[in-house]
């Protein structure tokens, strides 16, 4: 017998583009929510430009695979909100659903007349999720974020780098993945409390103001002590204190030493492994595992800070004999804290953990082929979160939610698609939806 | 309006730092959150930065912020009193969330199963390092240590080093948290229609592993490692810089958002005109896609670079951003307590020390739930500061009862 799904009968409507709001709801649809995404060919930002189109494959609407792993688990309505028949239509819609979500700038939704007064009006208990760049209030409520500008302005990339070099920031829109996490965070929380109480509401997310918290024990250091981070030795790379500047904390764990990644044979691009030692008792299992007899200079935590970079130099001189996985094997075998850089490569092919977890897994897409996607982080013993079907081509399911769904004829779909309403009439059709129309 | 989404919610919290931020979630939402340490209090009190720099485990700022609205009580799991008293408390739990090394809880004899038959809505979470099977099961972690595995080192750094770079603050933990928050309140959601609890496995690594946005489908789609760039998107192969040096030392990130097209040219020149600085960029010959393309470095590394090293990063940001551009100043986090925008948010909050006789500024919350305000109830819990309310006043045991139990080190 199948498990039951802890979002069955949540029906979400899904404005959302790009990344984080498509992460949000990709995790309630793996919980069991029906997803229907609202999309439009003409404006779509998620699908195209596509990077990760495969070699060899056409870059169209339905052959990005980041798409793909961003969308699983949804159905698709292509829909022309901005026309007074298709607005009519998604009202309609509103009112069989749960939870409205999107991650349009802030006025958005409000202009099209579907600010949360109006949903409220069509479904009393909707809980109504935005995740605007700078949220619903605030005078800067109109600027705009991608993840890294999110991350610049509230002080997270300012915390990436070595200390008297520019920032490294982060390599990727962290914001938008964790944008997603609170994307779903927030709808969750929303239903729980509609669930106890009967009440929805709006909950305003911001992209930027989500980040600032992140940062939390940097701030207090600043609000209670007036430490502030500009200041030598910070960030510290990649260890929790910079040699010869004052000794305070970083925000990253314990004040220690080793705290670094180190070079691995071959020496390849991400041959490089971390090694990290709390305590005397670790650092002294290291230098058994290592087989080396420990200059006096470091045999206490005091010391190795102070010589930090002789440390990690005689450290590294012996991991790059090795490979990374055999650093960390023989490290973690003596209970020393040490794990290796991974690439996306590593993590699918060479990880010997995630391959147990079955963190990658195939599914089949109608035009991309069967390719893995990413799996859930947590497993729940009786209603776990499964990626059940590939990411929606666009305007898949668009005669399902019509007819079957909202009770249009399937002589209103066929208008629909002459007048505009379910896809621009000069733009050519995919195959399947000249089939919807027979 | 009263409280957070949460109220009447209780949860235990068994957690060190790889977990106390996801009781923070729970617990500034309106959640009743128990933390539940060892006699003398959980080791990450002793981490720092420490209010005056002085070491002790109620002046911890990091876990202060971590262990905001919490009650706290120090009890010892393995005595058999403290469990008997765990077992009471976990009777009457909606949720527990624990981070012990797989195995240890049931050690103990407090499984899921035997806590379960006293509660059938109980949700227990695990958050560990690695999940609780696998063979890197009982592997010891750190932040920077779940940066490497995870995939993050792999996409930080800068142009022309090999060098990867783990962002600090403690991301790891806060991937962890977000996910065991999501896996905590499906479950709840679906208790709310079942009346069923349900025990979750959740893996740090695998939170981390998520986290890198198009890293694992470049590869699965196109067999792409990709490269480490300064301050910005890592790629396959490299890509113009999007971090610039203003005026006074503080950088922006400037993307063009759609690249270097006619329409954001033209924009472009037109911001940077208001200050004299657009050079031959209003030329109509950069209305020719053609001619873009072959100017790229001399838009990006010149014009704009030069645009950007003559104002302040606060006005670039702003300016650009009231035309439409997509940037931002690169702050340091304690710049923030100056952004009028979250002033406006009422983001920031004061939270009183009444044991200092002192209150303190806060971070406030990443979204404003309307109808349900979010909310910090109180600063974090002293070592046992609430034993009393809770095994007395709760569990109704005497005053006497209290004093022996922590004579014998039960709490």
């Not at chain 1, 779509?44 to 060899?56: A, F, V």
């Given at each position: 017998m199948p498990q039951p799904k802890a979002l069955k009968n949540i029906r979400v409507v899904d404005f959302s583009w790009v990344r984080a709001g498509p992460w949000a709801t990709r995790w309630l649809g793996a919980f069991g929510a029906e997803i229907v995404k609202i999309e439009w060919p003409e404006s779509?930002?998620?699908?195209?430009?596509?990077?990760?189109?495969?070699?060899?494959v056409p870059v169209n609407l339905n052959t990005s695979g980041n798409f793909n792993d961003t969308n699983l688990n949804k159905k698709s309505l292509s829909l022309n909100v901005r026309s007074a028949k298709g607005l009519e239509i998604v009202k309609r819609l509103i009112g069989m659903s749960d939870v409205v979500i999107e991650n349009f700038s802030s006025r958005v939704l409000q202009n099209w007349g579907l600010g949360y007064e109006e949903l409220r009006k069509i479904k009393p208990d909707i809980v109504y999720v935005s995740m605007s760049g700078?949220?619903?209030?605030?005078?800067?409520?109109t600027y705009t974020t991608f993840g890294p500008v999110a991350q610049a302005v509230a002080g997270l990339t300012y915390q990436s780098g070595l200390p008297g070099e520019a920032p490294a920031g982060w390599g990727w829109s962290y914001m938008d993945d964790t944008g997603g996490m609170y994307g779903a965070m927030c709808v969750l929380t929303g239903l729980y409390h509609r669930n106890k109480t009967g009440q929805g509401q709006h909950i305003d997310l911001s992209q930027m103001v989500a980040s600032?918290?992140?940062n939390g024990p940097t701030l207090l250091d600043f609000t209670v002590n007036g430490r502030g981070t500009k200041r030598p030795g910070f960030p510290p790379g990649n260890r929790a204190h910079w040699p010869g500047t004052p000794l305070v904390s970083n925000a990253r764990g314990p004040t220690v030493a080793p705290h670094n990644a180190y070079r691995t044979h071959p020496g390849g691009y991400n041959d490089w492994c971390t090694i990290v030692c709390h305590t005397d008792e670790e650092f002294q299992r290291l230098t058994q595992v290592m087989g080396r007899a420990v200059p006096a200079k470091f045999s206490t935590m005091a010391g190795r800070l102070e010589h930090q970079d002789e440390l990690d130099a005689w450290i590294e001189a012996w991991t790059s004999t090795l490979g990374k996985y055999e650093v960390t094997e023989l490290c973690q075998a003596a209970g020393v804290r040490a794990l290796p850089v991974q690439s996306a490569e590593d993590r699918v092919e060479n990880d010997p953990q995630l391959r147990h977890r079955t963190m990658y897994q195939p599914l089949e897409h109608p035009v991309l082929g069967v390719h893995k996607v990413q799996n859930a982080p947590f497993v729940l013993s009786e209603t776990p979160a499964v990626n059940t079907r590939p990411s929606p081509l666009i305007g898949q399911h668009t005669k399902e939610i019509v007819e079957d769904l909202l009770g249009y004829s399937h002589d209103d779909l066929r208008a629909g698609f002459e007048d505009g309403t379910f896809w621009p009439t000069k733009r050519p059709r995919f195959p399947y939806q000249e089939a919807m129309l027979s | 309006m009263s409280g957070g989404p949460l109220v009447g919610l209780r949860v235990l919290e068994l957690a060190d730092e790889k977990g106390q931020f996801c009781g923070k979630l729970l617990a500034d939402l309106g959640a009743d959150v128990v933390k539940i340490e060892p006699p003398g209090g959980e080791p990450c009190r002793l981490v720092g930065p420490f209010l005056d720099d002085i070491p002790h485990p109620d002046r911890s700022l990091s876990f202060w912020y971590y262990n905001t609205s919490k009650r706290g009580i120090t009890l010892n799991l393995e005595t058999e009193n403290g469990r008997a008293l765990f077992r009471r408390l976990a009777a009457d739990a909606d949720v527990i969330v624990e981070t012990f090394p797989p195995g240890y809880r049931e050690s103990l004899g407090l499984d899921y199963e035997s806590l379960r038959a006293e509660n059938p809505g109980l949700v227990l979470c695990s958050l560990t390092p690695?999940?609780?099977?696998?063979?890197?099961?009982d592997y010891a972690s750190s932040d920077l240590l779940h940066m490497a595995a995870g995939g993050e080192m792999a996409s930080c750094g800068y142009d022309g080093s090999d060098l990867p770079i783990a962002p600090g603050g403690g991301n790891a933990w806060h991937m962890g948290c977000h996910y065991a928050y999501i896996g905590i309140m499906a479950a709840l959601v679906y208790r709310s229609v079942s009346g069923q609890g349900q025990y979750i496995d959740t893996s740090i690594h695998e939170a981390c592993a998520l986290t890198t946005e198009s890293a694992i489908a470049n590869y699965i789609y196109r067999g792409e490692t990709l490269r480490r760039q300064t301050g910005r998107h890592h790629a396959p192969a490299p890509t113009s810089r999007t971090q610039f040096r203003a005026k006074d030392g503080v950088y922006v990130t400037a993307l063009i958002s759609g690249g270097l097209n006619p329409r954001n040219v033209k924009a472009l020149a037109d911001l940077m005109d208001v200050?004299?600085?657009a050079g031959d960029l209003k030329d109509p010959k950069y209305q020719d896609p053609s001619v873009i393309a072959d100017s790229a470095s001399h838009i990006i590394d010149g014009l704009l670079a030069s645009f950007i090293a003559s104002l302040p990063a606060e006005e670039v940001y702003h300016a650009g951003q009231q035309r439409g551009f997509t940037w931002g100043a690169v702050r340091a986090p304690e710049d923030l307590l100056d952004d009028q925008h979250l002033h406006d948010r009422a983001f920031w909050k004061t939270v009183g020390h009444p044991e200092l006789g002192r209150s303190f500024v806060y971070p406030g919350e990443a979204?404003?739930?309307?109808?349900t305000p979010w909310e910090i109830s109180r600063r974090a819990p002293l070592v046992g500061e609430h034993n009393a309310e809770i095994f007395c006043e709760e569990l109704t045991l005497s005053r006497g009862d209290l004093s022996a139990l922590a004579a014998s080190r039960v709490v």
């Open positions: 779509e930002r998620g699908r195209l430009p596509s990077s990760t189109t495969p070699q060899g700078y949220g619903h209030t605030g005078r800067n409520h600032v918290p992140l | 690695f999940g609780q099977t696998g063979p890197w099961r200050t004299g600085m979204a404003i739930y309307n109808g």
